[in-house]
DNA sequence: CTGCATCCGATCGGATACTG
DNA sequence: CAGTATCCGATCGGATGCAG
């Protein structure tokens, strides 16, 4: 995959988009948090509390209000309750998501898998619309 | 891109993949470590330091342990000298990097590129291998 | 039960200085 | 050049409380 050159972008970055990129989302929980509503479907306060042990009340409140004032949720008040929901740029760090699935699937499948084997996303969801990346 | 149930895997997960490799590679300053290494082929340690404001020697020192010791690095010391070197593991972390290279350059670009246009990882990189992914 | 707020100890990260 | 040591503030996590 790589050279011993570094890897330049035909336009040059004035600040590195990974770098931008990590404001919430490189803290703790958020990846989970987004995990539990873009692929579990779960978007309740509570209901994503039961699926992310370990998360405590006070951190995802705020998570979820930083993920809101960044633009990743929307805070939708159905009657008597609150859902949250992805938008547009939330539902674009779904491929992100997929990318750690495939990663830990490969390199940490002694804890992900029963059996204990490596398997490629093909494999875990076959009917998953491919896309070209890199 | 999603349905309203959840997505679930064909062989189930013992431990969510997503969590588990967020380990040491959730932790602040380690993907730009990867990137500095992977990417700009900065491999030393005063010049991790320069390429990434704002990174202390203290916590570089302890992520790159804690990266070597989880496998992604390799400590490598040549004639009067140490070089950080990408093991397999360590590689293949580059295209959840170039995930968030999209991603930035997308939602980000304001901050990202001079001229505030978002681009494409095709666009970026016009010579980068694609590979299908998610 | 849901969606928080408050307090508080533990851990993490930042600043600075220093060494082989 | 390649890190350590020390100190301190910020953030995190755990327990508890509380209103609708």
Redesign the pocket.
Known sequence: MLSEKPLLPSVPFRECPIQVSLGVLG???TMLILRDIGFLKVD????IMRATP?L????L??R?SQLEEAGFLRRVETDH??RWALTDKGEDTLPLLLGFIEFGSKWNADEVFEDKRPRRLSELFPGLPLRKVA
Request: proline share 6%.
């Open positions: 803290r703790k929980w309740r306060f509570n209901q370990g405590t009340p006070r951190i409140s705020l979820l309750s609150v």
